[in-house]
RNA sequence: GGAGAAUUGGCAGAGUGGUCGAAUGCGGCGGUCUUGAAAACCGUUGAGGGUCACACCUCCGGGGGUUCGAAUCCCUCAUUCUCCGCCA
């Protein structure tokens, strides 16, 4: 959520740069303006009529005090209308409150300078490629040929005991799996972040804390008994541990790592996209959430960057970054940069981390902030990514190390799998 | 799941209808003293709205109610603790 105070200030430069999203908000910002002195100009009503009422009750206090009975019972007439009047501006209060954050909350966050302007994915900005995508001739597999091949992961099994996107994983599959959630979490423990295991169902609070919900309610799987919700991934539980904290500025940065299984219903999509691992509605993931100061959260998005590439470099991995064009980014977010790894039997690359700078958009929204230096407070910038998201990188390291003899496990990875080679 | 008790500022803990945004202690910050530190002493120390700055208003787990007036009384929800039941 944008801030009105930024509105007020900065009406141009806002609007300027929603167009890089293809968002026109010159309409809601002259409204949400107009209801915001409208706001004002209520509040200093009520609280005028709130002060008049005050001295009041304390006079009447007075008069009981002294035996003034008379006295009290005539002020009493008075407060009653001031009541009467302080209710209604409540209430008029209120409605123009709640108004005006509806129109606030359908503003997008402000993206980047740097975000280039564009439709959709096709206008996203490669910023660079590295690792060599690999020869596999007209006999390789796509990985759920693979993985039926060596019986390591059972889709079959997965639609028949709950439903399509919830494979079994078995055997050498459940312990890659293992193995590359263990390999994350160290390499992200060795960076300095702390390791939490979080719960894998929040509450309604924490679902409109960063943003699932009213609005992308459909995409998570809620149990309606207790109203809660299954999470889409670790970010929720783990940025919402800091909704309605204060931090102390010497607390930056907060660096926290999640490994969590993930729960998306996907409604609507289909086709080859959701093909074996491609698209699940459960999954693993492992999360790097970091709370920075504003001053320094875009050094903090190049140094997540860097972390996440050098996971998929140990992984031995072709990979691609992708500079998110204003029309791909999210509603939330500032800048993201996605990571592709290519799957070389079915010759595509897939998104396996998406790595992003919220700026104060969540804080705002979750009053999440930090006493500065000076004593004052401040929103903290949040910022998180997937290092990384497991089937797809399973996918991919399928696919391109498949041999005559089996399947060649990466060098990093050996330590944690205990094998070398699923065969 | 059943019965009971509780929820106050960073923490501990007073406050049961009137000037209480809240005693006191600890912690934090600033200062005096000191070569420096500790101790001692003095001051300061919640959040939001509003204002050039004040004034002023709101917040004592969340929501609602009673009252001229609520941290204090009532209802409701949540959470925590104790006992019982069940249980990985």
């Known amino acids: ?25 010159s309409k809601i910002i002259d409204q949400a303006i107009e209801l915001d002195n409208l706001r004002r100009q209520t509040q200093n009503q009520l609280d005028e009529t709130l002060a008049e009422a005050n001295n009041a009750s304390r006079e009447i206090g007075g008069f009981f005090k002294q035996g003034m009975i008379n006295e009290a ?8 209308e001031l009541k009467a009047q302080s209710r ?49 001739g007209d006999k390789a597999l796509p990985h759920w040929e693979l993985a039926s091949k060596y019986n390591i992961i059972d889709f079959d099994l997965g639609s028949k005991v709950t439903g399509a996107g919830f494979p079994f994983y078995i055997g050498k599959g459940a312990k890659l799996q293992r193995a590359l959630i263990n390999f994350f979490l160290d390499r992200a423990m060795e960076a300095g972040y702390t390791e939490i295991q979080p719960p894998l169902m929040v509450n309604e609070d924490s679902g409109y804390g960063t943003g699932q919900l009213p609005d992308k309610e459909g995409q998570m799987y809620h149990v309606g008994i207790d109203n809660l919700y299954m999470i889409p991934t670790a970010e929720v539980p783990i940025t919402n541990i800091y909704r309605n904290v204060i931090l102390k500025e010497g607390e930056l940065p907060v660096k926290n790592v999640a490994y969590s299984q993930c ?59 992708l500079r998110l064009c204003g029309g791909d980014l999210s509603f939330t977010s500032a800048l993201t940069f996605d990571f592709e790894v290519y799957s070389a039997a079915q ?12 700026e104060n958009f969540q804080a705002n929204r979750m009053k999440l902030r930090f006493k500065d230096k000076n004593g004052k ?18 996918a991919a390291l399928l696919e391109n190390n498949q041999t005559l003899e089996g399947i060649r496990i990466p060098e990093a990875l050996v330590p944690y799998t205990g094998f070398e080679l699923i065969n």
């Open 347 to 358: 010759k595509r690359w897939l998104e396996v981390s998406s790595v992003s700078n919220f």
């Open 88 to 136: 209604e501006l409540t209430e008029k209060l209120g409605k123009i409150v709640s108004d005006l954050k509806e129109l606030i909350i359908q503003l997008p966050n402000i993206p980047h300078p740097s975000v280039p302007s564009g439709n959709s994915d096709a206008d996203n900005e490669t910023i660079l490629q590295e690792g060599k995508i690999p020869e596999l």
């Open 263 to 321: 729960f998306r219903r996907e409604a609507g999509s289909y086709g080859k996209d959701v093909r074996g691992l491609n698209r699940l509605h459960q999954f693993d993931k492992v999360e790097i959430v970091q709370i920075q100061h504003p001053d320094k959260s875009y050094e903090t998005l190049e140094v997540m960057r860097n972390h996440i590439a050098s996971l998929i470099q140990d992984l031995e991995l072709p990979y691609r970054i």
């Open 1 to 25: 959520m944008l801030q009105i105070n930024y509105l007020r200030e900065n009406k141009a430069e806002a609007i300027e740069r929603l167009a890089v999203k293809n968002f026109d908000a």
């Open 377 to 394: 407070t401040r929103q903290a910038h949040t910022l998180n990514g997937s290092a990384l998201a497991l089937p797809r990188i399973v």
């Open 73 to 80: 019972n005539e002020l009493k007439l008075k407060t009653a």
